[in-house]
């Protein structure tokens, strides 16, 4: 594995689902190429159905491409060496309701390895981070979705991973509970993590990411660095996927 591999390299990935006969039914996903670089805010951007979950899925191990390749950090998805340098925020995620944000954070530091004694600092660190020192001897069943989200976000945070991967992590949050998630996703990005999103929001693309790639019916229409988007970003979307896509939209760059 090289030293300099990107923490993410897509590679011309595809990915056909097959019915009960084995008969090809659907091409989720559809020759798909790019790369994440350490520090940068990559998203995968397009309508519900686009295939960015699949993606995700793929890049995490947890399926397996029909064809084209697949990098994390230079080794195979489903390797321990990409993935003990990994964390993953799923879209829904499933927090047991009588457990307390610390005892929810130690729980992953053990499934981490991590020993007793650097659990708990990672553990004061993480409720710090995420704004949840306060309630971090309060039931997670008490909380609202934000700050649900929150403790989520520091369980994938746990292992110290170089890489962040978060399926639509402000879908569905109130715009306190958005910023918040911006705020940390920022700053995560600032300190050298390299973190890739999906979305269906414009906004979060003009607020947090740095590069993109337009997906549409598997395929990517479009890719490259926000900053260089002219005109304004709902535009520019629906200039590649045509109205009724499902995007929200948002103002961007004059």
Do not use: Q
């Not at 993410?8 to 090809?24: M, Q, Y």
């Not at 559809?30 to 890049?59: A, C, Q, R, W, Y």
């Not at 007793?116 to 309630?135: C, I, N, Q």
């Amino acid at each position: 594995m090289s030293v300099l591999a990107y923490p993410v390299e897509v590679s011309g990935a595809a990915k056909t689902f097959r019915d009960f006969w084995l008969r090809p039914s659907v091409k989720a996903v559809d020759g798909v190429s790019f790369t994440v670089k350490s520090g940068e805010v990559f998203g995968l951007l397009g309508p519900n159905g686009s295939g960015k979950s699949t993606t995700i899925k793929m890049i995490l191990g947890l399926l397996k491409p029909t064809a084209g390749d697949i990098r994390v950090f230079g080794a195979p998805p489903r390797s321990i060496e990409a993935r003990k340098r990994l964390g993953y925020l799923p879209e829904l995620s499933y927090l047991h309701p009588f457990l307390t944000p610390r005892e929810t954070l130690e729980y992953y530091a053990g499934l981490c390895g991590l020993p007793r004694r650097e659990a708990a600092r990672r553990t004061d660190e993480l409720l710090e981070m995420t704004g949840l020192s306060a309630v971090a001897s309060r039931a997670v069943g008490t909380f609202s979705k934000g700050m649900a989200r929150r403790v989520s976000l520091a369980s994938a945070l746990i292992g110290k991973p170089d890489l962040l991967i978060l399926d639509e992590p402000t879908s569905g949050l109130d715009p306190v509970s958005t910023a918040e998630v911006k705020r940390l996703v920022k700053m995560l990005s600032a300190n050298g993590m390299a973190i890739l999103m999906t979305s269906h929001l414009l906004s979060d693309a003009a607020d947090v990411m740095t590069g993109f790639a337009i997906l549409d019916k598997g395929r990517i229409l479009a890719a490259g660095a926000v900053k260089d988007l002219k005109g304004t970003l709902g535009e520019y979307f629906l200039s590649k996927v045509g109205e009724g896509a499902g995007f929200k939209i948002a103002p961007f760059l004059a």
